[in-house]
């Protein structure tokens, strides 16, 4: 018997507003409230109702046989709350199943994990208290940003007291190991690995509605076939919740595929369906994996360069966690909400210059025509936040000095 992990990323930025310039020293709202609330609302209609709708109905009909994971950002939550409180809602009612398992991640979907041990571990607490307030749930297993994985990002996330972690199963790391097993981290062995099996992800996540693919269409009992096919113990499928009605639209059949997926898995007799914590306790680690150099689930490479892949980046990336300190010094709510936005991942993915292969997917809600103007709104943006930084931090010196004389 084989156990499917079914594993949903949920995640919306708070994307900025045109910044110019001239902005500077002025106006500091940094944020497109109308786009934010526009793509939330629009993605709500048609994945995440829709998508949550059918996911408790067949937990329902299959009676606690079929479950599912998930890692929603504490931005795609703090949406839910402003823009689509009826989605937070739908997410609850499937918390209340019992079937349904919430992961820890970073709070803001950052990459704290390469910039600062503190900060990341900020962001995780952050995080882990958000889902048990809403889910009710605390976080034993962690995903991080984009499936972010090192040894030393492992072994952070164990000292934290998490037990099991994703990652994504990349061929260069991999080797000819199969990613359908359980694996330890390889500094802290306690801590388990489930490793995406990236095939049959994406034959759902990108290749479900292409045409030209030599396997299209995909059908539910083609799909299971495959799945009995594998050899190993665990198959994980880890994709973006938006897969369903919004990169694949529900024209595409992905709903009807979803919906007869779980019958058709349960009837073979060789299929089950468990959540990413107890996927990963029901097995042994085969094997210690080694991954010294970061990677990801992003674009071919699987490495995050689509992040921390040109000078721009990692200027912006620089100049940014430089300012760490004085947030922390001046432990102002309105400077921590700012901070916390502006570390989110995708600020840095629209200034990537990768646009072979992966440009479709560099694409998606992408506000900016080029990477220089994505870097330019950015830089913009954190300038006259560094600017408003530096005149608090005097005037708190100031107001203190003052209160010593």
């Known amino acids: ?22 902005n500077m020293g002025k106006d500091h709202n940094y944020l497109d409230d109308l786009t934010n609330q526009s793509i939330m609302q629009k993605v709500a209609r048609l994945c995440y109702l ?22 929603i950002t504490g931005t795609a939550i703090d949406q839910f709350r402003e823009y689509a409180p009826e989605v937070l809602e739908s997410f609850k009612e499937l ?28 962001e995780v607490k952050a995080h882990t208290a958000l889902i048990k307030k809403e889910f009710g749930q605390k976080p034993t297993a ?22 099991t972690m ?5 061929r260069h790391v991999m080797g000819w190991k199969s990613p359908d097993y359980v694996y330890a981290n390889a500094i802290d062995q306690k801590l388990r690995l489930l490793l995406r099996n990236y095939k049959l992800s994406d034959d759902i996540a990108f290749r479900f509605s292409n045409q030209g693919w030599s396997e299209y269409p995909l059908t ?38 979803m919906r007869a997926l779980p019958a058709a898995a349960l009837a073979s007799g060789e299929l089950e369906f468990g959540t990413v914590s107890e996927t990963a306790a029901k097995y042994q680690p085969v094997a210690v994996l080694y991954c010294p150099h970061a990677m990801s689930w992003a674009d ?30 001046l432990k102002n709510a309105d400077y921590e909400a700012v901070w916390n936005f502006l570390q989110t991942s995708d600020h840095f993915y629209y200034m990537a210059t990768k646009w072979f292969s992966d440009g479709d997917v560099h694409s998606y809600f992408n506000p900016y025509d080029s990477a220089y103007e994505a870097f330019i709104n950015y830089m913009n943006v954190l300038s006259d936040f560094i600017n408003e930084l530096d005149k608090a931090t005097a005037a708190k010196k100031a107001s203190r ?4 004389a």
């Not at 949920?10 to 507003?17: D, F, M």
């Open 95 to 122: 918390a209340k199943t019992g079937c349904v398992e919430f992961l820890a991640e970073t709070y803001s979907h950052s990459l704290a994990s390469l910039a600062d041990k503190d900060e990341f571990v900020r």
């Open 401 to 404: 000095k003052k209160a010593n």
């Open 1 to 22: 018997m084989k156990t499917i992990c079914l594993y949903f990323q949920v995640h919306q930025p708070l994307r900025l507003r045109k910044y110019r310039f001239f």
């Open 50 to 71: 829709p998508m949550n709708s059918l996911l408790l109905n067949l937990i329902k009909e299959h009676k606690g046989a079929f479950k599912v994971s998930f890692s």
């Open 220 to 257: 539910t009992d083609k799909y299971v076939d495959w799945l009995k096919g594998e050899n190993g113990e665990v198959l994980n499928l880890f994709m973006d919740y938006e897969t369903f009605g919004e990169h694949q639209w529900a024209e595409t059949g992905i709903f009807d595929f």
């Open 166 to 170: 994703l990652a994504e199963g990349a």
């Open 300 to 329: 071919e490479e699987r490495d995050v360069t689509a992040w921390l892949g040109n000078e721009l980046q990692n200027e912006a990336f620089a100049k940014l966690y430089a300012q760490k300190d004085k947030v922390r010094a």
């Open 142 to 163: 962690f995903r991080n940003t984009e499936l972010i994985y090192s040894d030393q990002i492992g072994q952070m996330v164990a000292e934290m007291g998490f037990k």
